[in-house]
């Protein structure tokens, strides 16, 4: 079965430069999450999108800017990367009216 | 706001024996979903088990079962005959019913031993 496809799996920067991560949801999800996953730490909500409208934001800074369109994919493009970015960023979909995320297995981004 | 708390930060148990991870959450919301989501060395966020708060019966997917006390705000995730490939950390989650996002709990660190 076709899973959550993340790109770059793995990524390096270095500090003031600008990344975008890329997602694409399982065929038939409409809803994809972002969550960000610093070193030891659980995942923390950044942003989602249902129907390529923002439908909820969490702890995403100002630096950082998401998207989707209009086939369902998302972009998360981060700016002026910081050490602190450095994490393990997932992306993850959902079925219309499904209430299971599906993740996928992640960019590991490492700001330097 | 939504929280979750995981008290074991890390445990052990022997090959085929039987293991109990504990989760508490707190929320004034009467419907929302919990989950246990597996995430071994490879770092995937896999889910292992999905619980609606308005079912009374305790969900059970194959060797994994919670136990979900709602009045108390517990939702404990036992695993049976314990297997290596079970190591992994696990997160519980939550997710109200009017929104999207999962609030996970800081984890839990299982080893599953020879």
């Keep these: ?112 | 706001a939504q929280t979750v708390t995981q008290s074991q930060p890390e445990m052990s148990v022997q090959e085929a024996e039987t293991v109990t991870l504990s989760c508490t959450y707190d929320t004034s919301e009467n419907n929302y979903y919990l989950f246990w989501y597996k995430q071994p060395p490879s770092r995937q966020m896999i889910l292992v088990i999905r619980q609606e708060a308005y079912k009374q019966q305790n969900a059970t997917e194959n060797r994994f079962s919670v136990n979900f006390q709602k009045a108390a705000k517990s939702f404990s995730l036992k695993i049976s005959d314990s297997q290596l490939g079970d190591t992994a950390m696990y997160f519980c989650a939550f997710m109200k019913r009017s929104s999207e996002k999962l609030v996970f709990g800081k984890g839990t660190k299982l080893t599953v031993n020879p």
């Excluded at chain 1, 934001?57 to 981060?78: C, T, V, W």
């Excluded at chain 1, 602190?84 to 330097?112: H, I, K, M, N």
């Design chain 1, 1 to 112: 079965a076709a899973g959550v496809i993340q790109s770059p799996r793995h990524l390096i920067k270095e500090k003031r430069e600008t990344a975008t991560l890329k997602c694409y949801p399982i065929p038939r999800h409409d809803t994809v999450y972002w969550y960000q996953q610093g070193p030891g730490q659980d995942p923390q909500f950044l942003i989602s999108f249902y129907e390529k409208m923002q439908s909820d934001k969490g702890s995403i800074p100002d630096r950082f800017s998401a998207q989707q369109f209009s086939d369902y994919h998302s972009e998360l493009n981060m700016s002026s990367l910081e050490l602190g970015d450095s994490a393990l960023y997932f992306c993850a979909s959902s079925s219309p009216l499904g209430t299971e995320a599906f993740f996928g297995q992640g960019t590991r981004l490492t700001v330097v």
